[in-house]
């Protein structure tokens, strides 16, 4: 419908040019099939029990991807524990659709908010065993 008005518009010539670069009436598009979901991406930090306090920054930094339920949700500074699967994802900043840089992300599927019951390190139970074992 919209290229029938289009070209309805151009003389003759440009008609047959433009033509050219349409999409044939087979062709459609399934935007019934789309879904837009609000991520945002995270940058996460292991934290470590302190002498000085009860927790200090680790030395690890990961990329953590939350989606539309967990956005704007918790504020900078936060202890949480993540509940969370890595996966192979873009670079978040690639600039050009032909980038085939990757990174390991954390793909977040739950958080549990730590800052008020744990208020020491004993509070919180510490593994580096993973979940499925």
Same mark, same amino acid.
């Given at each position: *419908?919209? /290229?029938?008005?289009? %070209? /309805?518009? %151009? ?6 040019? /433009? *033509?050219?670069?349409? &999409?044939?009436?087979?062709?459609? *598009?399934? !935007? ?9 991406? %995270?940058?996460? *930090?292991?934290?470590?029990? !302190?002498?000085?306090? &009860? #927790? ?5 930094? #990961? ?8 956005? !704007? ?6 202890? @949480?524990?993540?509940? /969370? ?6 670079? &978040?900043?690639? $600039? ?17 908010? %730590? ?8 509070? @919180?139970? #510490? $593994?580096?065993?993973?979940? #499925?074992?």
């Amino acid at each position: *419908m919209c /290229a029938e008005r289009y %070209l /309805a518009g %151009l003389a003759q010539e440009e008609r047959e040019m /433009a *033509m050219r670069f349409l &999409p044939r009436s087979k062709y459609r *598009m399934n !935007d019934e099939e789309l879904r837009y979901i609000d991520v945002q991406y %995270l940058s996460v *930090m292991d934290v470590v029990p !302190d002498g000085d306090g &009860p #927790w200090s920054i680790g030395q690890h930094v #990961w990329t953590a991807v939350v989606d539309e339920d967990f956005v !704007d949700e918790y504020p900078v500074g936060s202890l @949480v524990r993540l509940h /969370a699967t890595v996966h192979v994802d873009h670079l &978040p900043e690639r $600039t050009f659709d032909k980038d085939t840089r990757r990174v390991m992300i954390l793909r977040v599927e739950g958080i549990e908010m %730590l800052d008020e019951p744990a208020t020491h390190f004993d509070d @919180v139970t #510490w $593994t580096s065993e993973p979940s #499925w074992r």
